[in-house]
């Protein structure tokens, strides 16, 4: 069965420090995508970045970076020189389909918070 | 745009109180999804719909139904609650298929 494993739980940094949060997952799919989301205390989540299983590219946007590799079945997320607007709950996600219907798994989460 | 909205944003109940939590969107999604967020649980499907009309179950679907009678509607009911149905419930719409979802502001219910 599918499944997404944020082993952190909650994570602590002073800010300017790099910190990562780190997602592992595991599918029978050949085909299947993955998501970070970032929830800040105001409740909402945000969509930060989406990635298929047949693009193992790193991806960099300004201080976020998303390192994807299919040999470890991880996509794990760094935010280099952390900032205290970083804090808040990270959730990483799986979408794969099963006969024809999409499944959504997220993880539990990881909480960050980023002291000034 | 809205995007997606949620009322109400916090509701108690008694045990035995039904409730309905109304869920809407304006960017004509035709996806749209009921979450519940529990402690170290992450976020749990509870119901969606793939369209006007449809609905279909999630992870945990007991004790909760769901209609969408209009595209941009999506409600929630709870008939007889439980203190365990105490949870912060999320709305989502999106695309479907592999696409990202859009969250509302969530719902605090506390089940007393």
């Known amino acids: 069965a599918q499944k997404v494993t944020q082993a952190q739980t909650e994570i602590s940094v002073v800010e300017k420090e790099d910190v990562t949060l780190d997602c592992v997952y595991e599918?029978?799919?050949?085909?299947?995508?993955l998501f970070w989301y970032k929830q800040p205390p105001s409740g909402e989540l945000v969509f930060l970045i989406r990635?298929?299983?047949?693009?193992?590219q790193n991806e960099i946007s300004g201080r976020y970076s998303w390192n994807f590799q299919k040999s470890t079945s991880s996509f794990n997320f760094t935010i280099t020189a952390s900032q205290v607007v970083d804090s808040a709950v990270y959730f990483c996600?799986?979408?794969?389909?099963?006969?024809?219907?999409?499944?959504?798994?997220f993880g539990t989460g990881t909480r960050l918070k980023v002291l000034a | 745009n809205a995007g997606v909205t949620q009322t109400p944003k916090f509701r108690v109940l008694k045990t035995g109180q039904s409730m309905t939590l109304l869920c809407a969107q304006d960017?004509?999604?035709?996806?749209m999804y009921w979450y519940r967020q529990d402690p170290g649980m992450g976020l749990r499907l509870i119901h969606y719909?793939?369209?006007?009309?449809?609905?279909a179950k999630g992870e945990v679907p007991d004790g909760y139904n769901v209609s969408r009678l209009k595209k941009q509607n999506f409600l929630l009911g709870l008939e007889s609650a439980a203190p365990s149905q105490t949870s912060v419930y999320f709305c989502?719409?999106?695309?479907?298929?592999?696409?990202?979802?859009?969250f509302g502001p969530g719902t605090r219910l506390t089940v007393l």
């Open positions: 989502a719409s999106g695309q479907g298929g592999h696409n990202e979802q859009f």
């Open positions: 599918t029978r799919d050949t085909t299947y995508y």
């Open positions: 990635r298929n299983s047949f693009d193992e």
């Open positions: 996600a799986l979408s794969e389909s099963d006969s024809g219907t999409y499944k959504y798994i």
């Open positions: 960017m004509n999604h035709e996806y």
């Open positions: 719909s793939v369209g006007e009309g449809t609905t």
